[in-house]
């Protein structure tokens, strides 16, 4: 009898797992199947010409390249305030420090505030330092937003590290900033998956560029122009009354998510060729 | 130590500090600063009034967010309600029955399904969910929906706060040392019954922090809600009515923010709020893991 309500929740169970498969394999599928007919390689290479959401050609460059500055923009700003704060929490202070919780209590937080707050927070930002809706709102923004992703990421690939060789390092004489920089090559293909997450999830938000890039139809040329990002792109195509157009906006979020399939696969391949390698 | 090695050191040290104490302080300021912002509104008009009266009109100064509380609210309880029996029955099944090869299966399902951007998901609760709805699931209930209802954004949230859900009670079954479900199974019960005794019983406090934060997850979500929600400021009386949760609020207004007095002030006010309900509910719950975790390690 016993046996019997086992075999009744092991299908359930196995059902609920096929249909998130499913979904999952659902939400590509019906992206790739609107999309793919209108997918040109105009999409990839031009810029928005003047009538671009009513009709006209054009594609989607001047997102594409907004989304990448950005991106890169605010993985500068990232790595070099999260690779100094996670080596010093990990390294500096002591293993059980209540500073160290505090901390990464407050990172977990961070990461946990919807993107949203972060755009307005971020045009908050932009007013009282006096920036425009531009390149460099968007950067700023986006910064704010993956750094809690990427020092998360990065300290929990560094806690698994062995402390054999810091202590080996310190015991020969280095000092701890001499031992930070032998380690970081160490823990190199982990902060190489921490970057791809948060490139992950910064290329593909909209609601944090919203009110901080702006938008526009070309490539911006300076920190104070606007730029357009893919999300938004996707956003503005999808509301043009002309079918064309809505066709052109899958065809767009088929880059976007291959650019993230990319990513993630790429993250997973970096994140298993590290624990390879440990020593 | 001697003298350019020590000041490098030393210069690092504080460098790192003061990162240290602004990592911290971060919070803070964000709060802060979306308090400031939104104080002018809240000056003018009293606090419980705007939070339960239901008049939205921007252009004559009336702004009660009751429609977009109640809305933010629905939306997500739906969202929970039908991710939780399955992110729960697939965690068990994770955990307890699957074999290796399954499991490394699934780790890429679940990591894809949280890749994949809000907007992906709110394309395809536009193509596919919002028409199911309109067509299919409506017509049996109500006269008439047109498929932008709280039961797309609820459906479309539930997707997406599954990875999350999965990831984080995969996490709390671990955590239940092994000693106590060989003891079980060593006393003759089957895993099914183990399952339910041992580990759902000592994963229950571990299981409501999960769904707070997925929970604040949901609240927060955007972009995949605007495009499915039918953004109407009303209160929805069922799920096939439209809604207009708190974050589609932000989104749809920030152009015309600047233009009347107080609706940027408005605006921020709803920032603020997310922010305090986000920050709470998080901190509860990332606490409550916390302590499970530390429960079973000596």
Redesign the interface.
Known sequence: M??L??KI??I???C??M???G??V??IA??FY?GLPALTLDMITKLPGGGFYLGKEGGVLNAIVGSIYIIIGSLIISIL?SV??V???NF?LPAKSV?AS??R?????????????Y???G???MI?LGVRASLLGGILAVAMLIMPIMMRSFDEITRLLSRDLPDALLSLGA????M?KVILKQLMPGLVTAILLAI??G?????TV??TAGYTDNIPASLNQPAATL?LS??FQ?GSPVEEVQNR??AS?II??VI??I???SA?YFSSKFSKHKI | ?HGL??A??KT??Y???G??IF??L??LV?GL??FF?ALPIMREKNLWVLLTSSDWKPFKGDFGFLPFIISTLYVSLIAIFIAL??SI??S???NS??SKNVKRF?E??????S???????G??G???IVPLIANKIAPRFVEFSTGYTVLAGGVVLA?MI?PLL?SITLEVFRSIPKEMTDASLSMGA????TVKKVILRKSVSGIIAATV?AL??A?????AVL?VCGNIPQIPHSVFDACYPL?AL??NN?GEMLSMPNYESA??FS?FL??II??L???LS??TL?QIERRYQF
């Open positions: 016993k046996y309500e086992e929740f092991k359930i169970m196995i609920a797992a249909l998130i498969f979904v999952l659902y939400i019906t992206v609107r305030i100094p704060l080596m010093y929490i500096y500073f505090l901390i209590f407050s990172l977990d937080i961070l990461f946990g505030i919807p993107s949203i707050v755009g307005a927070f045009f908050a930002l009282f000092t701890k900033y001499e930070v992950g999830r290329i593909g938000d909209a609601a919203l009110f999300p996707i956003f999808l906006a899958y979020a976007l998510t993230i399939l990513l993630s696969f997973r | 130590m090695r020590a490098k050191d690092a040290r460098l790192m500090l990162i240290a990592a911290i971060f919070l964000i600063s979306l912002k029996p399955f029955l697939t068990i099944y994770l029955y699957a699934f890429p399902v679940v990591d894809l399904l890749g994949i951007p809000p907007i992906i998901y394309v395809w536009t193509l596919t997707v599954i999965v089957t895993k099914w019954q934060l604040s997850r609240f927060g979500e955007t972009m495009m974050p932000i989104a920030y605006l921020m920032a997310l922010f986000v920050v509910f998080n901190g990332r606490f916390n």
